[in-house]
């Protein structure tokens, strides 16, 4: 059974940058693509970026492509998301996820098998 764990969240203003981290256990980490969700309070949860098994291939929703960017290192188990020129409507709880699916082009959470509990991200103004 996989267990992911998000941290990095927490209160940054408009325009600043913060890293999440997402540590994997109870899996051969390498065998799974990792993805990046966030849930505004009120809205749906939605894909933000997905990176494949070998971290060659990366995907982005259009409202962070060029603001966000996703890697993993297979060697410490763990998948990232660097978040730069937050904005305000950036603010909601981030949750990574993992699958051994290819990825379907869509962001469907479908592609994932295991979910984190989350880490809240507040931007101000």
């Known amino acids: 059974q996989v267990q992911l764990v998000e941290s990095g969240g927490g209160l940054v203003q408009a325009g600043g940058s913060l890293r999440l981290s997402c540590a994997s256990s109870g899996g051969t980490f390498s065998r799974y693509a990792m993805g990046w969700f966030r849930q505004a309070p009120g809205k749906e949860r939605e894909f933000v970026s997905h990176?494949?098994?070998?971290?060659?291939?990366?995907y982005y929703a259009d409202s962070v492509k060029g603001r966000f960017t996703i890697s993993r290192d297979n060697a410490k188990n763990t998948v990232y998301l660097q978040m730069n020129r937050l904005e305000p409507e950036d603010t909601a709880v981030y949750y990574c996820?993992?699958?051994?699916?290819?990825?379907?082009?869509?962001?469907?959470?479908?592609?994932?098998?295991?979910w984190g509990q989350g880490t809240q991200l507040t931007v101000s103004s």
């Open positions: 990176i494949s098994r070998s971290g060659l291939f990366t």
């Open positions: 996820a993992a699958g051994t699916r290819p990825y379907s082009g869509d962001g469907s959470s479908a592609d994932y098998d295991y």
